[in-house]
């Protein structure tokens, strides 16, 4: 079976630390793997992604993302946190079925002190 | 938020009422899906639709329902058969590609 997971329920950083928010998954055949961000009271809002290529994607706000396929990992990045960062990410995978369904981890809360 | 709209943005139910979630987009989007948020359950999937007039049951799809009549509407009837259904719920489309796009959300709240 296929999964997605968030080890971290929440992740505190100081504003300009780098911060990390990891995710490890579980699928067969080629992983098509997603980060999205969710501030209160709103919709996800899409980050970036891997489907192929370079293992490390660059995505919106200054993200990044790096793609390990040993580790089944695809960790969330940013060199320098903005207190602005503070909301709820989620990170997901494609089923490979063909059948477009989507996996969604547990999401973990960053918060970034000022 | 694109251009996905929900409405309303809250709603309250009664116990045994049905309730209808609007989901609508102007992408041209081929494919739409509807999700049920819970604290510390992530989203999961209850029906999703690939193309106009199909749709297919997600993880969670008991004592809901849906109807794909337009390429551009999607939607969500929660029956009373749901036995919990206060949540936040987020209705998604996707073109040809992978990445979704996510509506605003309607959060349900049961009376």
């Known amino acids: 079976a296929q999964s997605v997971a968030q080890p971290e329920d929440q992740v505190n950083v100081a504003e300009g630390n780098p911060l990390t928010v990891k995710c490890t998954y579980s699928?067969?055949?080629?992983?098509?793997l997603f980060w999205y961000v969710q501030y209160p009271n709103r919709g996800l809002q899409f980050l970036l992604k891997?489907?192929?290529?370079?293992?490390l994607v660059k995505g919106s706000y200054g993200f990044e993302a790096e793609f390990n396929k040993s580790q089944t990992s695809f960790h969330l990045k940013k060199p320098s946190a903005l207190v602005s960062d503070s909301a709820l990410y989620f990170c997901?995978?494609?089923?490979?079925?063909?059948?477009?369904?989507?996996?969604f981890g547990t999401g973990t809360r960053l918060k970034v002190l000022a | 938020d694109g251009g996905i709209t929900q409405s309303p943005k809250y709603l309250f139910r009664k116990e045994g009422q049905n309730v209808t979630l609007s989901c609508e987009q102007n992408?041209?989007?081929?494919?739409m899906y509807w999700y049920r948020q819970d604290p510390g359950q992530g989203l999961r999937l209850i029906y999703y639709?690939?193309?106009?007039?199909?749709?297919q049951k997600g993880d969670i799809a008991e004592g809901y329902s849906v109807s794909r009549e337009k390429k551009e509407s999607f939607p969500l009837t929660v029956t009373s058969a749901q036995k919990n259904p206060t949540a936040f719920y987020l209705c998604?489309?996707?073109?040809?590609?992978?990445?979704?796009?996510f509506g605003p959300g309607t959060r349900l709240t049961v009376l």
């Open positions: 891997y489907i192929t290529g370079d293992n």
């Open positions: 998604a489309s996707r073109i040809s590609g992978d990445t979704q796009y």
């Open positions: 992408l041209n989007h081929d494919a």
């Open positions: 699928v067969s055949g080629n992983p098509y």
């Open positions: 639709s690939q193309i106009v007039n199909d749709f």
């Open positions: 997901a995978v494609r089923e490979a079925s063909g059948t477009y369904k989507y996996i």
